[in-house]
């Protein structure tokens, strides 16, 4: 029986993966983040988090997870906010949904490329349910938020038992699915710095089959002109899509012409391991990063500001 009533119940209770009631999972929906915690702990791998359900809900269906207790994260309060602090750092809640970061004027001001990317991840139904910490923390390559975020320099707040600590997201990200969340934490935020002055932002995203897919590769570019005419005093890129894990190559002192960007772009074709997927080979994937690497910087210093 399900013990208790959830916006996803419903379908889950169709699913075939579960064709004796018994066997179906028990749900525990928390009040606050410190219960959550505990069931964390108390249930380790028994319990499957849920926040939108948007993935879970298909791993569940196709039979890929059978977790003894859902552990859903829909009833604890103050995890959906968006802030920007004093210092200027932008703070995105847990719970937040992909459409609210979208939407955020704050972040359309002042970190627009990243209100572009998560505008145009799957679909409005999609952006409407899943939310910002359930995008990361099911780390599925073929994502457009990590790359934009790892680019970004942005960082994954989690907390467990002994308290709360930061993780990078260069090492956020640690394969196929996996992250550097422990199985007695949660992830509550991810804190995004502010933009260099004068730095510029673009993302470019390959969709190989629809416009709603997941990427074939995604590139989040973000340069800082120098104060000569014609130079980049830094470029950020992270290439998303192509790997287990988003990859990010940083140049300096880069000459803005289309030789230098072509060769700068050679290097981010080389440095990546591409997979082969229904969405490209690996040699397509190579050959994608090539074309859109300029692309992205010429897009980024087109925008104007970030
Ligand atoms: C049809 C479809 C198309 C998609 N297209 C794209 C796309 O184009 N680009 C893209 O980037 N993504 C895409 N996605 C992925 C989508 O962005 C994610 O499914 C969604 O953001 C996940 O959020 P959620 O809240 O629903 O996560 P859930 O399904 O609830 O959870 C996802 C995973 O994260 C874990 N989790 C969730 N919250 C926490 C937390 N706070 N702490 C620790 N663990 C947690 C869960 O245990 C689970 O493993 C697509 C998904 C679907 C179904």
Aim: charged share 25%.
């Amino acid at each position: 029986m399900w013990r208790d009533r959830s916006p996803i119940g419903p379908r889950l209770a169709s699913a075939s993966a579960w064709p004796v009631d018994s066997e179906r999972p028990i749900w525990r929906r928390p009040t606050t983040l410190d219960e959550a915690i505990a069931a964390r702990v108390e249930l380790g791998d028994a319990a499957l988090v849920v926040a939108g359900g948007t993935w879970v809900t298909l791993l569940i269906q196709q039979g890929l997870a059978r977790p003894a207790v859902i552990l859903s994260l829909d009833r604890i309060p103050g995890f959906d906010g968006i802030a920007v602090s004093p210092e200027g750092e932008l703070s995105l809640g847990a719970l937040c949904r992909l459409t609210d970061v979208a939407r955020n004027p704050a972040i359309r001001a002042d970190w627009s490329a990243l209100a572009d990317v998560y505008g145009i991840v799957a679909n409005e139904r999609i952006r409407n349910q899943g939310t910002v910490g359930g995008n990361v923390c099911e780390a599925d390559y073929a994502s457009d938020p990590p790359a934009a975020l790892l680019a970004l320099d942005a960082r994954a707040l989690v907390r467990g038992p002994s308290g709360e600590r930061a993780i990078p997201m260069r090492d956020f990200f640690r394969g196929h699915y996996e992250t550097a969340i422990a199985p007695d934490e949660l992830l509550t935020a991810i804190v995004v710095p502010p933009m260099s002055i004068g730095a510029r932002a673009h993302y470019l995203k390959f969709t190989a089959r629809s416009s709603e897919d997941r990427p074939c590769a995604g590139i989040f570019a973000v340069v800082e002109p120098a104060a000569e005419d014609r130079v980049l005093k830094r470029v950020r890129i992270a290439i998303g899509a192509v790997s287990a894990t988003p990859i990010l190559f940083e140049a300096v002192n880069i000459e803005l012409n289309d030789g230098r960007l072509a060769d700068l772009a050679g290097e981010g074709a080389t440095s990546i391991d591409p997979i082969a997927d229904l969405r490209g080979s690996a040699a397509y994937r190579r050959a994608l990063v090539r074309a859109l690497v300029p692309r992205a910087i010429r897009a980024a210093l087109a925008d104007g500001a970030a």
